[in-house]
Every structure is written in structure tokens, then in C-alpha cells.
């Protein structure tokens, strides 16, 4: 027997809730899924009136919804803001030349400016000659330190006022399980926020902090948005996937799982800077670069110094916990 949408009551339910478990309409399920990201947008604060904000667009799936559901957004509820595709070409043969192409198509399609940032002109190097040089072990490592701050540059070109970027509810708790595997308190607070960096130049917001993967994989398909779904052909992240596959496993026994992962962490706070018992470290900025740092030199001055001086396998070999950064 078909079921009637349990939201409007009217047409027949055709998706069921990853997230709920209810069965509802299409159109009810983008209607919830528009609604769950604007409430996460106002009551998080994300946005003010008038602001540039710069989308990290990969041409995956959260960030082709990110992008589509930000425009949207901005005119039905007005937000007043400028919104710009922000791209970085890490130089990955056979997967980022695809993906750029969907972010290509996507800025026609939404008619927003596009700036693509590449590795090559900011640092010298490409993720395929970095991995010709270290291996695939722990380039992204590399890769994650480049990129954020590709990122933050990108958006100083755009002058943009803040970035936001498509980490879902999943990527969230992912993140929650892995710092507290690794101990690091001062990441865990952070991870959950919504928005990081507040009060600094350019404050990076997750709109889609409450939005699981499933739904955007679904939103997209039923939105039949032009996305490239391939992953990277150095992704070796096994640690990662072992917290991916755990939550996974919590979420067949319940679906809230993953959301009632990311309220638990909310609960934890760090003590903020300034505080006399927790030495914090003094953000200064980057003697080479100018780039933000709390050290002489920013991780990527570092990390690209150890590729030119043919130290990079040592560095690499000691420093994933010291220099990841996305987590
Ligand atoms: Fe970079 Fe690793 Fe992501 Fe590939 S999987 S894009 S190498 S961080």
C-alpha cells in the first residue's frame, strides 16, 4: 500500500527521511531539507546583510547543493548577500580537471562569479608531483594544509567577508570521533562549530552542520543537480573511514545517531584564549607569506620548504597530527 506523505497529508510519500525516518512527497522533502539549513543559517548566526561570501565549490555533491541551496536561499528569504564560487585546482590528474568542469557548469547554471586557485602558482608544486615525491601515505596531509589556506587566499582576492563550505552533519561527527581518538580537545570544541574564526578576518560557516550526507546525496538527485561523484585517486583516509564506517554502524541501529553525535560535543567547551591556566597559542602572522601562523613560519611555508629541500618524506613521516588541519 502507498503511503500518504506524513508532512502535507496529500500526495503519496515517494523519499524516506534518512534523518527521521518519516516518509514524505518530494516536495515536502525539499521544502524540509531548504527549511533545516535556513533555521541552521539563522540561528547559528551565519550571515549578515550585504555580506561577499565566497562557496567553496570542489564540484562534489555538498558543495554543488551548498551552492544551489545558498542562491536559492539568498532570494526567498533576502539575505542580502553576494555569493561567489571559490574553486582550488590542487592538480590532481583524472579527478580534479573533472570536477572543475561541473563547478564550470555550475557557474553558468547558477550565474555565479567563479575564481579557481591552483597549487602549482600559489606553492610550486601539484598534489601529483607532491605524491611522486612522499608517496601516498599521508598526502593529505599536504594536501589539507594547502588547500585551507588556497581557500582563505582565494577569498581575500574575492574580498570576501566569509567562506562557507559544504562539511554535512556526517563529515562533523567524523571529525568529533577523530579528535577525540587523537585527544585533541582544542580541535574537538572547534570542529562542531557553525561557524569558526568569528571576529577574525574570514570566518569559514557550515551551513549544512545539521544536514546528513544521505539527504544531500537525495536532494541532488531529485534536483538532478550537475555534480562529479568520483573520489579523489589519492584518498587513502583509512582512519577516517574506520570513524565513518562506526557511525555508519550507529546510525542503522538509529538514525539520530550522527545529530545526537554532534549535540554531545556541543556540550564540550574548551576555556577560551586569554584564559591564565590554558596556554593558548599567539596567532601572528607568517614572516614569509604574511599568512596567519602562530609560528615564524605557517604550516605551508613549512610543508612547501620540505618539498623544495627534498626533506618532505621526514616531515611527512612526524607530522600528522601536528599539521592536519581540516580536522
Ligand atoms: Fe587532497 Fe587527500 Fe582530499 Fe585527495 S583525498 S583531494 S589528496 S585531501
Known amino acids: 500500500m502507498v503511503r500518504a506523505c506524513s508532512s502535507c497529508k496529500v500526495d503519496k510519500a515517494a523519499v524516506k527521511r534518512p534523518k527521521t525516518g518519516k516518509a514524505v512527497c518530494k516536495k515536502c522533502f525539499f521544502g524540509l531539507f531548504e527549511d533545516e539549513v535556513h533555521q541552521t543559517i ?53 579527478y580534479r580537471d573533472d570536477s572543475l568542469a561541473a563547478v564550470q557548469r555550475n557557474k553558468v547554471e547558477y550565474g555565479l562569479p567563479l575564481l579557481v586557485v591552483d597549487y602549482k602558482r600559489l606553492y610550486g608544486w601539484t598534489m601529483d608531483q607532491i605524491v611522486q615525491v612522499i608517496g601516498r601515505k599521508s598526502n593529505c596531509t599536504f594536501c589539507g594544509v594547502f588547500r585551507r589556506q588556497a581557500l582563505d587566499r582565494g577569498a581575500t582576492l ?122 593558548m597559542p599567539v596567532q601572528r602572522k607568517c614572516e614569509r607569506c604574511s599568512y596567519i601562523s602562530s609560528q615564524r613560519l605557517c604550516k605551508a611555508c613549512i610543508l612547501t620548504d620540505s618539498l623544495n629541500n627534498g626533506t618532505a618524506a621526514q616531515v611527512n613521516r612526524f607530522s600528522t597530527n601536528k599539521f592536519s588541519s581540516n580536522e
Open 42 to 94: 539563522i540561528s547559528n548566526k551565519l550571515f549578515s546583510k550585504g555580506e561577499r561570501v565566497a562557496i567553496g565549490a570542489s564540484g562534489g555533491k555538498d558543495s554543488t547543493v551548498l551552492a544551489y541551496v545558498l542562491s536559492l536561499l539568498n532570494r526567498r528569504h533576502s539575505y542580502g548577500l553576494d555569493l561567489f564560487l571559490l574553486s582550488v585546482d590542487e592538480g590532481i590528474s583524472g
Open 158 to 279: 574575492l574580498k570576501a567577508d566569509k567562506v562557507a563550505t559544504g562539511h554535512n552533519a556526517d563529515d562533523i561527527a567524523e571529525t568529533i570521533f577523530l579528535n577525540f581518538l587523537r585527544g585533541d580537545f582544542p580541535r574537538l570544541s572547534r570542529c562542531v562549530d557553525a561557524v569558526t574564526g568569528r571576529g577574525s578576518e574570514l570566518p569559514r560557516v557550515k551551513p549544512f552542520k545539521y544536514t546528513y550526507e544521505k539527504e544531500i546525496v537525495m536532494y541532488a538527485y531529485f534536483k538532478q543537480l550537475d555534480y562529479f561523484a568520483t573520489e579523489c585517486v589519492y584518498s587513502p583516509n583509512a582512519y577516517r573511514g574506520h570513524a565513518r564506517q562506526f557511525l555508519k554502524d550507529l546510525e542503522a541501529k538509529r538514525p539520530s545517531a550522527i545529530v545526537d553525535v554532534i549535540h554531545a560535543a556541543e556540550q564540550f567547551r574548551f576555556p577560551e584564549p586569554g584564559n591564565p591556566d590554558v596556554a
